[in-house]
């Protein structure tokens, strides 16, 4: 049999994998792979940076649930990834970093993009392999796809050195695996106690989350609510699992959004938590009363537990959970019992919602200049209204005004950067949802300082021909930082903060795409009709309030409790 590279044996497992897309930007280091997925089924996405290529790759696996692949070079091309990476890792995201290095026999020589890279990733993601033996790199591979969906998921490394990549190898030698995980465990002892609590509860409460959207598990939420009649909240990923439109969805659980979140928050004795994380936007679990019966439903053990003792703590995949105990009760009988039970409580939470949102309306329906921002927000929402309508935030004070007032009402469709809380996620996003899904409207709402990490991405969606629509809600500051040194200092720090006026319409218009500037609210519509009308990837750019502080302006000044002097 012919002798092959390493570099072949790469692309060919990769291949094996039926990777639609690997997200990359090329160097020398990852050539030997790039010269094998030339002409091949996979497509190499190439981007105009190493962190949109992971971001990509990001936004990829969040909506087909899926590994996805970015890949890209030594030294800086590596370090360019790492706040990608970062993001996956706290939104459980499967993506696999496939990175080039100097070879095996030019270490500690001073080669070109020297780094010794293992070491500094190895915290921030699932798992991290080092390939050494060429005729291993199948197997490698193999372990990198089964390591990123085991369990929860989450993002992988994968080392590979040039000179294995372009080794020669007896493919007699190779072993190659191809193994795939479907295992959906369900606690079959612990899920029965749950109807005790739920006979004792009046005010209970469900919040799902990512691991609801990783595991599927919408169909099977919306029968257990529908069987309960327990007002259900979502969160992260898990937003759209059951529609925001659903007369049971109370939307959002972000206690900062119109709505009933902050009171059903603070007054629920029962909690059925699902596949989330008592992270700093439940205050680190602080805002449930001390009181309550706490449920938690993880498919990762180390998280039952987090930051809060709970009542019952269940490992197992959220699907699986749900259908277990839809099957118990329906076995038991008590679904009506349990609807007029908590009857009254879904009342007192619709009393509160309507309350809160006509309070909202002052800002989601303002008609002073310049623009609210969360009047962008509600014209935004209520533009893309049709339920497979995608829309991506990015941004400090934008992504919390869009999270505050996004209607979601399908699995997938709503994406922004997270815990992580990293800057520039959102014209990669948007790049990779409408690739994923071209006959569908992709919108991404963007700060003006986040527009500036990846402008440049603009490029690559013009020469792939990616109509997506980009609107830049424009304070012309870093507003959440600047509002919080007001609300800190009482005043704010011009170096840092001021940005000023780019008409980044323009610069959008000059690259090839579609440029309008929007100044007065009632031209808001217009200008989404005529990017969108334009079939070219465009910018609205929208000149907003800088004076109008947000929820999370107020919450970043707050942050660990400081006090100026």
């Not at 019952?312 to 118990?328: Q, T, W």
Request: hydrophobic residues 45%.
């Amino acid at each position: 049999m012919d002798k092959i590279i390493g570099g072949r044996l790469a692309a060919e497992a990769l291949i094996e994998r039926d990777v639609d897309y690997i997200f990359s930007l090329s160097g020398g280091h990852i050539t030997p792979i790039y010269q094998f997925l030339e002409n091949s089924k996979i497509t190499i996405f190439d981007t105009r940076h190493e962190q949109a290529a992971v971001f990509m790759a990001e936004a990829w696996a969040r909506m087909t649930r899926k590994p996805a692949v970015a890949m890209v070079t030594a030294g800086p091309g590596f370090t360019n990834a790492l706040s990608g990476i970062a993001s996956a890792r706290l939104s459980n995201t499967p993506v696999i970093l496939i990175a080039g290095c100097v070879g095996l026999e030019s270490v500690e020589k001073l080669d070109l993009q020297d780094m010794t890279q293992l070491p500094v990733i190895a915290p921030m993601v699932k798992k991290a392999f080092v390939c050494q033996v060429a005729e291993r790199i199948p197997e490698y591979i193999d372990m990198a796809f089964r390591a990123a969906m085991s369990g929860r998921p989450g993002p992988v490394y994968l080392e590979l050195p040039c000179d294995l990549l372009n080794a020669t190898i007896d493919p007699a030698k190779v072993k190659k695996m191809h193994t795939r995980l479907e295992s959906k465990p369900v606690d079959r002892k612990n899920t029965p106690k749950i109807v005790d609590l739920l006979k004792a509860a009046k005010n209970p409460v469900v919040i799902a989350g990512s691991g609801a959207w990783y595991a599927d598990a919408g169909e099977e939420l919306i029968a257990f609510v529908e069987k309960t009649g327990i007002p259900t909240f979502t969160a992260g990923a898990g937003r759209g699992v059951i529609p925001d439109t659903h007369p049971l969805c109370f939307e959002s659980s972000l206690a900062i959004r119109p709505g009933a979140a902050m009171m059903a928050l603070l007054s629920t004795d029962l909690v059925l938590f699902l596949g989330d994380s008592l992270s700093l936007f439940y205050i680190f679990g602080e805002i449930f009363p001390a009181s309550a019966k706490f449920v938690q439903v993880d498919i990762l053990p180390d998280e039952i537990g987090r930051n809060r003792t709970v009542d019952l703590g269940i490992v197992s995949d959220i699907k699986s959970f749900l259908a277990e105990l839809n099957g118990i009760l329906e076995e038991k009988a008590i679904g009506a019992t349990l609807r007029e039970q908590f009857q009254p409580w879904v009342e007192t939470l619709r009393s509160a919602e309507k309350d809160s949102k006509d309070q909202a309306k002052s800002m989601w329906e303002c008609s002073t200049l310049p623009i609210h921002p969360m009047r962008l927000a509600k014209e935004v929402n209520d533009f893309m209204n049709c339920e497979d309508d995608i829309i991506v935030a990015d941004g400090g004070d934008t992504s919390t005004w869009m999270g505050m007032t996004r209607t979601v009402r399908k699995g997938g469709t709503y994406l922004d950067y997270g815990l992580y809380g990293c800057l520039a996620v959102g014209l990669p996003y948007a790049i990779a949802a409408k690739l994923k899904n071209p006959d569908q409207r992709v919108l991404a709402i963007m700060g003006d300082g986040s527009t500036g990490f990846n402008f440049m991405e603009y490029h690559t969606a013009i020469r792939k021909k990616i109509p997506i629509v980009v609107v830049i809600s424009n304070d012309q500051a870093w507003g959440m930082i600047m509002h919080s040194q007001q609300l800190r200092l009482g005043h704010h720090i011009p170096e840092g903060t001021e940005l000023g006026w780019v008409d980044y319409h323009k610069m959008v218009e000059i690259l090839g795409g579609f440029g309008i500037c929007v100044e007065k609210p009632e031209d808001i519509r217009p200008a989404l009709e005529a990017a969108f009308a334009s079939g070219r990837t465009a910018c609205v750019n929208v000149k907003v309030d800088p004076s109008v502080i947000s929820p999370g302006s107020v919450a970043l000044a707050n942050l660990g409790g400081y006090k100026s002097s």
